[in-house]
């Protein structure tokens, strides 16, 4: 559910970096009241890989911003939820959370991405988007809450994933291939990719970064990528790109001036720092789109379980890792069209009144988390 949240808000435009609903941590708040915060905590993480996968953000500028601030978020709600005497309403732990997330993403933004202060204008911006969205999702997770407890509403539907046709599909779907590229292991391309990633984090060179797309053309070409989807990818980041390319060359005052517009100073050192900014983003993302492209979602999922047998000794299981991202692969397409039957059940008119919006949403996760609740997987047991 959370996975199908988390896919379906990335299709609704966010003109601030980073500020969206939320909707993916009603899931997180519902999960650490019912079921505790090593759930939540598990949930959080697993929902953002997987998501990202499915997305092809792997890695990608925003797979790092998600993944920093729903882990930090996490950790703040579960903290308050379980300090004694503190007495925080679900609301109010929501807003918290929603905070620590907006500020943990301007950090991280700011520390492997960004690296100028220029970055922090946002801060205002997000703190505000971060109360209105934590007390949406706060309501809406209480009332979900509620009632759960109440058993207010019983699952009527009971979905048959085997005849369910799904109208979804990941915009990073693997697309099967008999090229070099794809025929190497998840594990060798995660490792490349973490490999190429830190060389485009550490690097400030325009130099090297033009190298750094010739070696990621001619991966594509040996993947027998087409160019729209090169320019696909170039588009669903290009607003953040540019907004953290522009930010050097606003607020670099001083340096070798080249032109003046009105009250606005473009130095030459202003204009080199803002392309490096641009142009890491952009590797990131086209990197991630490759490796998602040519990588079979479940095999990522293997390989991500191997790498993660190391921790077995602190209780994280690589084999659970693995079970859960093949039986949610298969239940994403099936709980999409859940999703989208209810909301038309529910009528997009309703919708529309903003001040009805917190009753909408929370008829709609309460439908949605009884129903999928009723979902049988193959290979997995019926609840």
């Known amino acids: ?29 519902i999960t650490l009241v019912t079921m ?12 953002t890989i997987l998501g990202s996968f499915l997305t092809g953000t792997f890695m990608g500028p925003g797979f790092v911003l998600s993944f920093a601030g729903g882990v930090a978020s996490t ?4 903290l308050l939820y379980y300090v004694p005497g503190l007495g925080m309403s679900i609301v109010g732990i929501s807003i918290a959370g929603a905070l620590v997330h907006n500020f943990v993403q301007i950090c991280a933004a700011y520390l492997i991405l960004v690296r100028h202060p220029g970055v922090f204008v946002f801060v205002p911006w997000l703190c505000i988007g971060a109360v209105i969205m934590g007390w949406l999702t706060g309501v809406v997770a209480g009332n979900v809450c509620y009632a759960l407890q109440e058993g207010s509403i ?10 369910s046709q799904s109208s979804f599909q990941g915009r990073g779907c693997y697309v099967p291939g008999g090229s070099f590229v794809h025929g190497l292991s998840a594990g060798m391309k995660i490792i490349s990719l973490i490999i190429i990633s830190l060389a485009v984090l550490l690097l400030s060179d325009m130099v090297a970064y033009a190298w750094i797309l010739l070696l990621m053309l001619g991966i594509a070409a040996a993947a027998q990528t087409p160019l729209s989807f090169l320019v696909l990818t170039v588009r669903r980041y290009i607003f953040l790109a540019v907004m953290a390319g522009f930010l050097p060359v606003f607020v670099n005052a001083t340096g070798h001036d080249i032109f003046h517009i009105g009250f ?4 030459r050192e202003g204009l080199v720092a803002g392309g490096v900014l641009f142009s890491r983003i952009m ?8 490796l998602a492209r040519t990588t079979a979602p479940w095999d990522l999922g293997k390989a991500l379980g191997e790498g993660l047998k190391p921790f077995k000794a602190v209780g994280i299981s690589g084999e659970r890792v693995a079970s859960v991202f093949s039986v949610s692969w298969m239940a994403i397409p099936v709980f999409w ?22 009753e909408v949403l929370s008829e709609f996760m309460t439908k949605f988390y009884m129903e999928a609740s009723a979902v049988v997987i193959p290979g997995k047991e019926a609840p």
């Open 1 to 29: 559910m959370a996975c199908v949240l988390q896919i379906a808000e990335s299709l609704i435009p966010h003109p601030v970096p980073g500020l969206r609903l939320g909707l993916a941590n009603v899931i997180t708040l």
């Open 36 to 47: 505790g915060f090593s759930s939540a905590m598990e949930i959080t993480v697993l929902r």
């Open 75 to 78: 950790c703040a709600m579960g």
């Open 154 to 163: 019983s699952p009527d539907l009971r979905q048959d994933p085997v005849a």
């Open 264 to 267: 606005l100073n473009f130095t």
């Open 283 to 290: 590797l990131l993302a086209l990197f991630s789109a490759l």
């Open 337 to 358: 069209d859940i999703s989208r039957n209810i909301i038309r059940s529910l009528g997009w008119g309703r919708f529309k009144d903003i001040r009805a919006i917190p």
